[in-house]
């Protein structure tokens, strides 16, 4: 079984997916408790666009992906004011334009369809060196802000009111977790794939849901079944030769309905 370690691709893909499935969940946690999934969808369908635009020019895909990313989320969060009660529409709107423009953009793409299709469901076999190090540092600066803000998005996960009058500034810690979901979509699109990174957003965070009885514990848990996922992903994908992203997907898939069927009775 250990092999698999003997190629130096298979060693970057692991440590990247190591990374992904910790930085994932952390965000996923205060995304998913104030329902906010669909920004999740909708960055990560910016951050298709953005790779687009790195195939197109001529630069990392990557790099593409994260200014799209981060564009979505300012995007949103100005759209979100605009609409007010009916903020949900903002994240509807620029998942629209994402997919609309990537669909423009592809068109201009010279012989790289198959590089697309490896941002739209994850490949172990593209990640550079470069991509690596700049999975491994993004991700150890969204590790970083994530534990330097914990106190202040469980406030705002949880009740953004009262956060309000603890004197936590709403407005800035919401728009810091905007953004470091588009860092986390951005340097996952490679492995997960930009159409199933909002899945690992979403998905161990809902496992975990089920068991946990803090919030800390659910961080806790969330990252534990994401590793699991990743890492049984990457295996079984390479020795049944599986995208790497949709096998990830579906193993948080199956757990969660195992942990669903688990705890069924003292549910009800």
Known sequence: MLDIFQYDFMRRAFLAAAMIAVIAPCIGVPVVLKRLSSIGDATSHSALAGVAAGLVIGVNPILGALLFSVFAVMGIEGLRKAFGKYSEIAAVVVMSAGIALTAVLTRFIKDGSSNLSSFLFGS?????????????????????????????????????????????????????????????????????????????????????????????????????????????????????????????????????????????????
């Open 124 to 268: 172990i076999l593209g990640i550079s060196d470069f991509e690596m190090c700049l999975t491994i540092g993004l991700g150890i600066v969204v590790i970083a802000v994530a534990i330097f803000l914990y106190k202040e998005m469980f406030f705002v996960a949880f009740d953004e009111e009262a956060a309000k009058i603890a004197g936590v500034s709403v407005k800035k810690i919401n728009f810091a977790l905007m953004l470091l979901t588009a860092i986390t979509v951005s340097v996952a699109s490679r492995i997960v794939g930009a159409l199933m990174i909002s899945s690992l957003l979403v998905i161990p965070v809902a496992t975990a849901i089920m068991v946990a009885k803090s919030y800390k514990q659910t961080v806790w848990l969330s990252v534990a079944f994401a590793e699991i996922s990743a890492m049984a992903g990457l295996y079984i994908s390479y020795y049944f030769s599986l995208p790497s992203g949709g096998t990830i997907v579906l193993i948080g898939v199956c757990m969660l309905i195992i942990i669903m069927a688990a705890t069924a009775k003292r549910r009800r």
